[in-house]
Nanobody
Framework: QVQLVESGGGLVQAGGSLRLSCAAS????????MNWHRQVPGKQRELVAT???????NYADSVKGRFTISRDNTKNTVYLQMNSLKPEDTAVYYC???????????????WGQGTQVTVSS
């Protein structure tokens, strides 16, 4: 019904930047919140940033001032600009969207497949 496809991960040196993208497609009537999470093996998934349909944002303390979340509602796409990256930012990053389906007019949570971000020291 709905697919989220992420791109933009990779290997970068500490202090560098990466931009993640996540495009949603399918039977989408509208998208409410769009979020980025990250997970390190053996640890719980962590909420990194969130953006509402109106553009309000919120960030984890660990990334405030370094990461910026944005979205293009015309493309059903959310972005995560990551600057001043640190080795501790190394993780698999997942996007998540709360989608109102055209067919059912009900909301569901969907996840992308994840993209690896590795920051070398």
């Amino acid at each position: 019904q709905v697919q989220l496809v992420e791109s933009g991960g990779g290997l970068v040196q500490a202090g560098g930047s990466l931009r993640l993208s996540c495009a949603a497609s399918g039977s989408i009537f509208s998208i409410n919140a769009m979020n980025w999470h990250r997970q390190v093996p053996g640890k719980q998934r962590e909420l990194v940033a969130t953006i509402t349909s109106g553009g309000s944002t919120n960030y984890a303390d660990s990334v405030k001032g370094r990461f910026t979340i944005s979205r293009d509602n015309t493309k059903n796409t959310v972005y995560l600009q990551m600057n001043s990256l640190k080795p501790e930012d190394t993780a698999v990053y997942y996007c998540n969207a709360i989608v109102l389906l055209t067919s059912t007019q009900s909301s569901y949570s969907y996840w992308g497949q994840g993209t690896q971000v590795t920051v070398s020291s």
